[in-house]
């Protein structure tokens, strides 16, 4: 079979860039639900969606005795995630494909929907998502250092 698209691997390497930032991500959500909730409570979440912990974790640190402006910047981050997810999952559920547009006369490259034909995700999206997803889960990194600076035993510094 001949290989139509990414011959020079940009695309793949973009991808690779946005799923370690999620996975970094994924950790924090799963480390912070198991240290904020009973013991006997986290088993029950850990097979939750994304942006499930999220909106759980969202609702778990705001009755953490923290700081309100580490508070405020820890959800703001967390919000950003549910967004950002919703890109990471078109790139995790869809192919990458040649596809020519109506307007158009060349051939690009993209990511495109299986559900939807009017949702892709060119190169410079997927640039930008990378830069983003891997700004933010040092965003969340740093967020959580700060509760630890504020006594929390929580998570090592991992940044």
Request: charged share 30%; hydrophobic share 45%.
């Amino acid at each position: 079979m001949a290989k139509l698209v990414d011959l020079d691997h940009k695309w793949a390497t973009l991808i690779g860039r946005v799923f370690i930032a999620f996975g970094s991500i994924e950790r924090q959500t799963h480390e912070s639900l198991k240290k904020w909730l009973e013991e006997q409570v986290y088993p029950h979440v850990k097979h939750m969606k994304l942006s499930q912990r999220i909106d759980l974790l969202i609702d778990v640190v705001k009755k953490q005795n923290f700081e309100q402006e580490n508070i405020d910047s820890f959800v703001a981050d967390l919000t950003k995630a549910k967004t950002l997810a919703k890109k990471r999952n078109l790139i995790a559920h869809n192919p990458l494909m040649l596809c020519l547009f109506q307007e158009e006369t060349d051939f690009i490259e993209a990511i495109v929907s299986n559900l939807r034909d009017d949702v892709t995700m060119e190169f410079h999206e997927l640039e930008a998502l990378a830069i983003s997803s891997e700004e933010l889960a040092g965003n969340i990194i740093d967020g959580m250092t700060k509760f630890r600076l504020e006594g929390w035993e929580g998570l090592p510094i991992t940044r």
